[in-house]
């Protein structure tokens, strides 16, 4: 069974990991270096951005995830989780630098006042059993997706969930609630990674 690391700096870590454990997978929060031994996938909470960048230099996790991601290690982020998965920060603090791990441009905060926070039913390629009820709290939307990113679902005619080969990020919380379908599509992709171990991205 593959074992999944939840970045465990800042956010909402224990919905994911609670998510994670009650699919039947291990499940371990991750702080430091030494816990991305052993891993078959990462999730990126949502939470805060700003912090979340910051803290990776702080706990010094910056470059042994880096190292980690380019080797191909999947990744799902959630909401701010996807702004740190993100080549290209817009509305974003000047020294805030993301992971670069998926070829997306985001913008923070992106939904406006009067929709800072909703809820929508969303349908996502791939997902069987219908649209997922998409939660947003002061999301970000994707405003540019790289060659190599696939648009999964949209609001506004904005991507707010993409994925790519070794990665997905959505700009939602699929954690909250009980409908579980996504974590289990980001599964299935570590799956597919356990099965052809593909060799480092090219950049
Ligand atoms: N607005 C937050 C940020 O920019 C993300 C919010 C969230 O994760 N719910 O980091």
């Known amino acids: 069974d593959p074992v999944i690391g939840v970045l465990a700096l800042q956010g909402d870590v224990r919905e994911h990991l ?21 891993l078959d996938g990462i999730v990126v909470p949502g ?26 290690l999947p990744a799902f982020g959630s909401c701010a989780g996807m702004i740190v998965l ?29 929709r800072d926070s ?34 999964l679902a949209e609001v506004d005619g ?3 969930a993409v994925r790519s080969a070794t990665a997905m990020a959505v700009a939602f919380h699929p954690e909250v609630g009980d409908d579980d379908r996504l974590h289990e599509a980001f599964l299935e992709l570590v799956t597919e990674r356990q099965r052809t171990p593909a060799g480092p991205r090219t950049p």
């Open 118 to 151: 909703f809820e929508t039913d969303l349908p996502v390629a791939g997902l069987a059993g219908g649209p997922l009820r998409g939660v947003f709290i002061r999301a970000p939307r994707v405003e540019r997706v790289g060659p190599d990113v696939q648009v």
């Open 47 to 72: 939470g805060e951005s700003t912090t979340l960048c910051r803290l990776l230099d702080v706990f010094e996790l910056r470059d042994p995830l880096t190292a980690r991601l380019r080797a191909g």
């Open 18 to 38: 609670m998510t994670l454990a009650g699919l039947g997978v291990t499940a371990r929060p991750v702080r430091r270096a030494r816990e991305l031994d052993g």
């Open 86 to 114: 993100a080549t290209e920060i817009l509305d974003g603090r000047p020294d805030q630098v993301p992971l670069g791990t998926l070829d997306i441009t985001v913008r923070r905060n992106a939904f406006g006042r009067q």
């Open 158 to 160: 904005y991507a707010v």
